[in-house]
Structure formats: C-alpha cells, structure tokens
C-alpha cells in the first residue's frame, strides 16, 4: 500500500503522463498538418486538462507537481528544444495553481486562471522567439502584420497595439478553457467508472528514465560546457553582433553537431530548415517598409542571417544539454538533494506513456469530437491510479 504522503506523487504521475500524452497527439498532429498558433492551442487543451484533473482530485500542490514531470517528459523528446517545453508548461501548471490556492475552487478563480495560463502562453512565444532570433525578429513580425493590413485597407498598428489586440483574444479563449475545465472535470466526476482491467492486462512496461539510446556516454564536463555556452551564444549575439556571435556558434556548431548527430533529428527535417530559409527571406524584404510597401535589404538579408545561425546554435546547444542531463551522476544528484519521488513519479510517467497514447482518442476523434476527447483522459485517471498504486511504491 502506498503511504499517503506518496499519493499526490502518484496522481501527479498519472496526470502527467496523461497530459504529456495529449500534448504528443495533439502536438504532432499539429506539426504535420502546420497549423498556425499550435502553441496556445496545446495551451488550451493543458489548461482545461489541468482544471479539470483537479475536479478529480483537489489537492494543493498537485498541479504543479504534474507540470514538472509533464515538463520533464515533453523535453527529453527527440525533436524538442529543454527551453522551450520546459518553461512554458511548467509556468501554465504554476499560474493555474496558484489562482485555485489564492481565490478557490470555482468559477470566477478558474476564468482567471485561464486568462493567465493562455497569456503566459502567448509571452512564451514571445520570450522564446526572441531568445531563438533575437530582438530583430520583432521589426521583422510587425513589418509583415502591417504589411498585411494594407493589403485590406487598414491603418498600420504599432507594437502595443498588435499586442493589446492579441491579448484580447487570449483573453476570451483563456476564460472559455478555465471554464470548460472546470465543466468537464465535474462532469468527468459524475461519468467516471472502473475501466475493465482486461484493458490493462498486458501492464505497464518499466522505461528507464533519461534512456540513453545508441550507447550513447554521458560526460559531466561536456554537460558544464553546454550550460555555459548557451549564455556566451547569447550574449555575444546581443551585445557584439553576428560576427562574434557568428564565430563562436559556428565554431560550436562544427564540434557538437557533429559529435551528437545522432541527437540532432530536427536538424534533418525540412520544415526546420525551410522555417529559418523564409526568417531570412521576410527579413531581407521586410526590414525596411515604406509607402513603397517591400524592397530588398541588405541590412535586413544579414539580419535574418545572424537569426538563423543563431537558431541552429540554441538547437544544436540545448539537444547537446538534453542528453547530458541523462547523466547517472545527475541522477545521484538529485537523489540526494531530496527529489527522488520526483524522478520516481517521472520513470513511472514514462514506463505508462506508450499504453496512455493508445488508449486515448486520435488526432482524427480529437479533431471531431474535442471535449469528449478531453474528457477521456479524466475518466481514465482514476484507473490509472489504482494501476499506479498496485505496481509501483515511491520511496
């Protein structure tokens, strides 16, 4: 029997697990199909998942222990940047926490929470693009939305504006997904039943967490070299531009491109070179708009030339960084500062995730049927937990 103090471990693990595996359907459907905005709808769905979870089980801390094992699971991914997953989901899982602690359990609380949830979202994107090309990339975006009011008669929009106006749509989605969680959770409460164990039979298969594929050795200097080497990329972009900046990613490119190569799967994929091919392409014209609308810029081709070889640096860094931090002596590590039901809860997460995926609905039926596909993994939450209960026992 699992000690009570363990539960919540437990449950954030099957939360977790089913939220990551929501993030993945989604998420890849998303990719292939290259939807616009497909941050804020994963955004969407983890909020009303979120809210609804805790419907479930309303306990203090749970959901924010549940956005760091999903965090954790959605940035180990191959084609994931650590950044990126890791910061947006665990701000989400933070925000809507804190609302519930603060101001309860109900309908005006879980509005807000979501309000803030889809705008931390949308100053992720921000944050993240920014941190991915730089500060340039902005001229750039605003460059091309005004651009686009010409085409239909409309006056040009300052920055602030573009932004007030996208958080206005952020928003009223945010209110819509507090909502619809808070709905669906409840109604998940009335739903839910035993799922036949037949479905489980096969069990849950124990995966090694941070599984290290290819043999692949993990070192701790390489590991300091990496965290180091984000923030003089970084900074040698912003403050002395594409020359030094240029210099030292591609020097760092060279090496580690090629000594993780196996790693680099996004590398290998057009979408990501075709992306950084139309970065410099939209800067190049767009850099300088007049009332003659779009002319070539010199200024802006090297511009959008040092935003995609900075691109590549932040790609080839933080996947270099993600499978040195499968290092076993990072695991000792962490064991010994106390948060090894932390790493527990992740490897079961992790050892459930192929069966949670096949259980839960398709893209086709998320597409169809959104709200019941939201509210499946809710009512197989319980199941998962007595499953979890049965064959697991955190220390």
């Known amino acids: 029997m699992v000690k009570t103090q363990s539960d919540i471990w437990l449950k954030a693990s099957v939360v977790g697990g089913l939220w990551a595996s929501m993030e993945i359907i989604v998420g890849s459907f998303l990719h292939n199909t290259r939807i616009p905005f ?68 109900n309908i005006p609380s879980v509005a807000v929470a979501g309000i803030l949830s889809l705008s931390s979202a949308l100053f992720h994107k921000i944050i993240s693009v920014i941190i991915l090309y730089g500060f340039d990339v902005i001229k750039v975006y605003v460059n091309v939305i005004n651009f686009a009011l ?22 009223i989605t945010g209110i819509i997904a507090g909502v619809l969680g808070l709905l669906l959770g409840r109604k998940a409460l009335k739903l839910r039943a035993n799922i036949p164990k037949d479905v489980f039979e096969k069990g849950i298969r124990e995966k090694e967490f941070f599984e290290i594929r290819d043999n692949k050795k993990t070192k701790t200097i390489l590991m300091w ?20 900046g240029g210099i030292f990613s591609l020097a760092y490119i060279l090496v ?32 300088n708009t007049g009332e003659k609308g779009i002319s070539i810029s010199a200024k802006g081709f090297w511009v959008g030339l040092e935003m995609m070889i900075r691109a590549i640096f932040i790609v080839i860094a933080f996947s270099a960084l993600s499978v040195e931090l499968r ?26 995730l192929p069966q949670m995926i096949a259980l839960l609905p398709t893209a086709k039926e998320i597409i169809k049927k959104p709200m019941a596909s939201l509210l499946k993994p809710m009512i197989f939450a319980d199941s998962w937990l007595d499953i979890f209960k049965k064959d697991y026992t955190l220390l």
């Not at 990072?330 to 500062?337: A, E, G, N």
Request: hydrophobic share 55%.
């Open 38 to 105: 497909a941050g804020s709808i994963l955004a969407f769905a983890g909020t009303i998942l979120l809210i609804g979870f805790y419907q479930l089980w309303p306990q203090k801390g749970l959901i924010i222990r549940a956005g760091f094992i999903t965090a954790i699971m959605k940035s180990v991914s191959p084609s994931a940047i650590i950044l990126g997953p890791m910061t947006g989901i665990i701000t989400e899982a933070a925000l809507i926490e804190l609302l519930i602690i603060l101001f309860g359990n």
């Open 150 to 171: 010409k085409q239909f008669g409309v006056s040009e929009a300052n920055p602030k504006e573009i932004l007030w106006a996208l958080l206005a749509v952020y928003t």
């Open 225 to 244: 070299i990496h965290i180091l080497a984000i923030p003089v990329g970084l900074y040698l972009f912003n403050f002395h531009g594409l020359i030094y």
């Open 256 to 287: 580690f491109g090629i000594y993780y190569r196996r790693a680099l799967r996004r590398l290998k994929k057009p979408i990501f070179w075709s992306q950084l091919i139309l970065i410099v392409l939209l800067s190049t014209l767009f850099w």
């Open 327 to 352: 290092n076993e002596k990072v695991r000792t590590f962490l064991f010994k500062i106390g948060v090894g039901r932390f790493y527990q809860s992740v490897g079961i997460a992790f050892g459930a």
